[in-house]
């Protein structure tokens, strides 16, 4: 698409960038599963966001400028945005011009085609070693997993990268493999990318339960806050779990970002049907610190 028709649909979303420092606002976990703020956040408070799930891949490139998308992501009122890429080149591009607000993480496809082969292609792992930057990339991921596949070697030694190197496992799977994935190494750190898609709050609450170290993200969830409400369900798992979530959206198609502005006015809508500390900590606080520098 060209730059002039992505600017109109920005203009069309009538969007601004938030001032709020999302530094100096973040609850603590600790503090935040104790307080009980009955006031949602205010009806004018246009919150920070951090996007937990963005990809600028070949395709988009393709599509939109470097410099479109970081207006996208500053209209949209996104602070940081957690990026992988098919290839890495689109992330790293896009880190490079914005480090303030891209936080790169890595995945272990090098094209679109490796989607469902990458769990038995042994060059996986020595590509990711070779691609790896230290203090850059911050995950490995997204990357999708079928149940069955955690205990296959190449996954096994993508896992041990990830504890070794201290990196966050972003995982799109389904319960089942999520939880065989969480099983490999208790140290293992995990993103579960759209709360399983699928799953129920009832299901997604039982793993948060079990495992410490699972954080989820939201993208394409529409389903927590269908009519512009938040769900009874979801809202109750996320006042029981508040520092365990984070907003998302996936631009998994490179038309997602012309719905991106849209989508963060979305969820500006249903977290204000939380306490306020409650909204603050899914819309940046979480993801700020399960993605701090190290």
């Not at 410099?67 to 890495?88: C, F, I, K, N």
């Not at 972003?170 to 293992?188: K, Y």
């Not at 898609?197 to 269908?226: H, K, N």
């Amino acid at each position: 698409m060209k730059r002039g028709a992505l600017l109109a649909a920005i203009v069309l979303a009538a969007c601004t960038t938030s001032s709020t420092d999302p530094q100096s606002t973040a609850p603590r976990a600790t503090e935040t599963a104790r307080r009980s703020v009955p006031a949602g956040a205010p009806a004018t408070d246009r919150i920070a966001l951090f996007d937990a799930h963005v990809h600028y891949s070949a395709d988009a490139r393709q599509r939109f400028t470097i410099d479109e998308v970081l207006a996208v992501l500053r209209e949209a009122g996104v602070r940081r945005a957690l990026v992988s890429s098919t290839p890495d080149d689109g992330t790293i591009a896009l880190y490079e011009r914005a480090p303030d607000i891209v936080i790169p993480v890595l995945r272990p496809y090098r094209g679109p085609g490796e989607i469902g082969t990458w769990t038995r292609d042994g060059t996986v792992v020595a590509y990711l070693a070779s691609r790896y930057r230290p203090g850059v990339h911050r995950g490995i991921g997204e990357f999708h997993l079928s149940p069955g596949e955690a205990d296959l070697p190449v996954v096994r030694q993508v896992v041990a990268m990830a504890v070794r190197e201290d990196l966050v496992l972003h995982a799109h799977a389904e319960a089942r493999a999520v939880e065989e994935l969480l099983r490999v190494d208790a140290r293992a750190r995990v993103l579960w990318a759209h709360a399983g898609m699928g799953e129920s709050a009832a299901t997604v609450g039982g793993l948060i339960d079990r495992y410490p170290r699972l954080v989820v993200e939201l993208a394409l969830r529409s389903d927590v806050a269908s009519d512009g409400r938040l769900d009874p369900a979801w809202r109750a798992l996320f006042l029981r779990h508040p520092d365990r979530f984070m907003y998302g959206t996936d631009t998994w198609v490179p038309e997602r970002w012309n719905a991106l502005v849209d989508a963060a006015e979305s969820a500006r809508t249903w977290l204000r049907d939380l306490p306020e500390d409650v909204a603050r900590a899914i819309a940046y606080g979480n993801a700020e610190r399960v993605f701090a520098a190290p």
